[in-house]
């Protein structure tokens, strides 16, 4: 007894530090989240299609007026649209969002380690370093207008309520209130799909019946949104979410998972603990349920990592499943005998990789700061410039196309993704040439300016558009004829 308690006043020492590294680090957070400067390109896109339905008008897919190619499920834009009925700013408020769902996921990981494990020490320690991780490695996430991690955080609401000790405390209430949760993150973030495998695999090795029980379920509840999609978005909600055209690269694998080794010693300490327990375990034991959601993370985030435009946030599942593992493996370690040395080094290969990561993080997140308060009042000049000419104006940058009030942008990447496919996007072009707008906003100086296209440059050359306002770093063009 006297040497448990030992080990948990190391795990609680860990827990302690962790949490106050955490805490710090919100202070970059916070500093940046009120800012209207966007934090990343795609601030701007889920804010325009959250203000689309806001007005009602459910174009949200092969729209012929917003020219957004949207390949998101529907369920966040209406959850943002009601906030933004409510006067709420989109993008603001959805990085407020993105930060309370990174907090209840960590919640979640600390009370699925307290179901699997009874060790109250080792889930808040875990969560703490998920948190730390979280808001250094994969801090871009962190506080952006973003539905990842709301979408995670409804994933683990799943799997905290299909993991018991005991098989049978799986009853029918428990599988739909499972099957529901993985719908709803489903329809606000469609890629993941390793948590509904491992779940699958895992009941199926457990309880045939109850496998077979939770699929149907899980497959009515599929149907009953696709039903309501079609209803409502038409046949286009298919066409755009599961026919989506991106440009595929061998290379990209670098690109998106250049932050793992970040949680390298989460995995180390989880998989190796795991690996250990596999000969005395049971096919029942929830970490069996973990450690195939990390595979499956893995796998699908790599698959995924291949696309154009796919961000680490790809392989968030396997971050979560790694966490969840640690926490398990530290709470093994803890309650297993052995000198209470092993376990602070074991703690400090968690730690480590974000303890060497935090020097260049507070590098980065200092001139992110100075930045964007520079920056601040130079995109008040924009929002306001743009305001005044709003009635058919057409934004190159989403973010200012929302804060200036109008409807109409210009999803630049995937429509350089359509055009590589070699799609025919004639309504954007037909508009251009027809002088649907009368300005145009771009980036660039009056000699050099550029949308990043050079097929919509192209179009807006023969299209006669030519510079008429020069506004610091924002070009405006105007029909000349």
């Given at each position: 007894?006297?040497?448990?308690?030992?080990?948990?006043?190391?795990?609680?020492?860990w827990?302690?530090?962790?949490?106050?590294?955490?805490?710090?680090t919100?202070?970059?957070?916070?500093?940046?989240?009120?800012?209207?400067?966007?934090?990343?390109?795609?601030?701007?896109?889920?804010?325009?299609?959250?203000?689309?339905?806001a007005?009602?008008?459910?174009?949200?897919?092969?729209?012929?007026?917003?020219?957004?190619?949207?390949?998101?499920?529907?369920?966040?834009?209406?959850?943002?649209?009601?906030?933004v009925?409510?006067?709420?700013?989109?993008?603001?408020?959805?990085?407020?969002l993105?930060?309370?769902?990174v907090?209840?996921?960590?919640?979640?990981?600390?009370?699925?380690?307290?179901?699997?494990?009874?060790?109250?020490p080792?889930a808040?320690a875990?969560?703490?370093?998920?948190?730390?991780?979280?808001?250094?490695?994969?801090?871009?996430y962190?506080?952006?207008?973003?539905?990842?991690?709301?979408?995670?955080?409804?994933?683990?609401?799943?799997?905290?309520?299909?993991?018991?000790?005991?098989?049978?405390?799986?009853t029918?209430?428990?599988?739909?209130?499972?099957?529901?949760?993985i719908?709803?993150?489903?329809?606000?973030?469609?890629?993941?799909?390793?948590?509904?495998?491992?779940?699958?695999?895992?009941?199926?090795?457990?309880?045939l019946?109850?496998?077979v029980l939770?699929?149907?379920?899980?497959?009515?509840?599929?149907?009953?949104?696709?039903?309501?999609?079609?209803?409502?978005?038409?046949?286009?909600?298919?066409?755009?979410?599961?026919l989506?055209?991106?440009?595929?690269?061998?290379?990209?694998v670098i690109?998106?998972?250049?932050?793992?080794p970040?949680?390298?010693?989460?995995?180390?300490?989880?998989?190796?603990?795991?690996?250990?327990?596999w000969?005395?375990?049971?096919?029942?034991?929830?970490?069996?349920?973990?450690?195939?959601?990390?595979?499956?993370?893995?796998?699908?985030?790599f698959?995924?990592?291949?696309?154009?435009?796919?961000d680490?946030?790809?392989?968030?599942?396997?971050?979560?499943?790694?966490?969840i593992?640690?926490?398990?493996?530290l709470?093994?370690?803890?309650?297993?005998?052995?000198?209470?040395?092993?376990?602070?080094?074991?703690?400090?290969?968690?730690?480590?990789?974000?303890?060497?990561?935090?020097?260049?993080?507070?590098?980065?997140?200092?001139?992110?700061?100075?930045?964007?308060?520079?920056?601040?009042?130079?995109?008040?000049?924009?929002?306001?410039?743009?305001?005044?000419?709003?009635?058919?104006l057409?934004?190159?940058d989403?973010?200012?196309c929302?804060?200036?009030?109008?409807?109409?942008?210009?999803?630049?990447?995937?429509?350089?993704?359509?055009?590589?496919?070699?799609?025919?996007?004639?309504f954007?072009?037909?508009?251009?040439?027809?002088?649907?707008?009368?300005?145009?906003?771009?980036?660039g100086?009056?000699?050099?300016?550029?949308?990043?296209n050079?097929?919509?440059d192209?179009?807006?050359?023969?299209a006669?558009?030519?510079?008429?306002?020069?506004?610091?770093?924002?070009i405006?063009?105007?029909?000349?004829?």
């Amino acid at each position: 007894m006297f040497v448990h308690e030992k080990k948990d006043q190391v795990i609680w020492f860990w827990c302690i530090v962790w949490a106050a590294l955490f805490l710090l680090t919100c202070t970059r957070t916070v500093l940046v989240m009120f800012h209207h400067v966007p934090l990343d390109v795609n601030e701007g896109w889920n804010a325009q299609l959250a203000s689309w339905t806001a007005g009602g008008d459910h174009r949200l897919y092969s729209s012929d007026r917003g020219f957004v190619f949207n390949n998101y499920p529907p369920l966040s834009f209406v959850l943002m649209g009601g906030l933004v009925q409510l006067g709420c700013d989109a993008i603001i408020t959805g990085r407020i969002l993105s930060c309370f769902s990174v907090l209840v996921s960590a919640v979640l990981i600390a009370r699925i380690i307290r179901i699997v494990t009874g060790t109250l020490p080792a889930a808040l320690a875990t969560a703490s370093l998920f948190l730390l991780t979280a808001n250094t490695a994969f801090h871009g996430y962190f506080g952006m207008n973003d539905p990842q991690w709301l979408a995670q955080a409804l994933m683990l609401g799943a799997l905290c309520v299909m993991i018991s000790r005991k098989t049978i405390e799986l009853t029918g209430q428990r599988l739909f209130c499972c099957a529901f949760l993985i719908v709803l993150g489903g329809f606000t973030k469609h890629n993941l799909v390793a948590l509904p495998f491992a779940m699958f695999i895992w009941l199926f090795c457990v309880d045939l019946k109850k496998a077979v029980l939770w699929s149907v379920i899980l497959g009515l509840l599929l149907a009953a949104g696709f039903v309501i999609c079609y209803e409502v978005y038409g046949i286009s909600f298919f066409r755009d979410v599961f026919l989506h055209q991106r440009v595929i690269r061998l290379g990209r694998v670098i690109h998106s998972v250049r932050q793992l080794p970040f949680m390298g010693g989460m995995l180390l300490v989880g998989v190796g603990v795991f690996v250990q327990r596999w000969r005395s375990m049971d096919r029942r034991d929830p970490s069996v349920l973990v450690m195939l959601f990390l595979v499956f993370g893995c796998l699908f985030g790599f698959l995924e990592s291949l696309g154009e435009g796919v961000d680490y946030n790809c392989m968030f599942d396997a971050f979560v499943a790694a966490s969840i593992l640690c926490g398990i493996g530290l709470a093994c370690l803890s309650g297993s005998e052995g000198k209470r040395k092993k376990l602070v080094q074991v703690c400090w290969v968690m730690a480590l990789p974000v303890l060497c990561l935090l020097p260049l993080w507070g590098m980065t997140s200092y001139q992110e700061v100075q930045t964007v308060r520079l920056k601040d009042n130079e995109w008040q000049i924009y929002i306001q410039s743009l305001r005044m000419r709003n009635t058919s104006l057409l934004c190159t940058d989403m973010a200012l196309c929302y804060w200036a009030d109008s409807r109409d942008a210009i999803d630049r990447f995937n429509l350089s993704q359509a055009l590589k496919k070699n799609e025919e996007v004639v309504f954007l072009r037909e508009m251009i040439i027809h002088h649907r707008f009368s300005v145009v906003q771009l980036y660039g100086t009056m000699a050099h300016y550029s949308s990043g296209n050079i097929i919509f440059d192209s179009w807006l050359a023969k299209a006669g558009y030519r510079p008429v306002m020069d506004n610091g770093e924002m070009i405006l063009l105007g029909y000349i004829r």
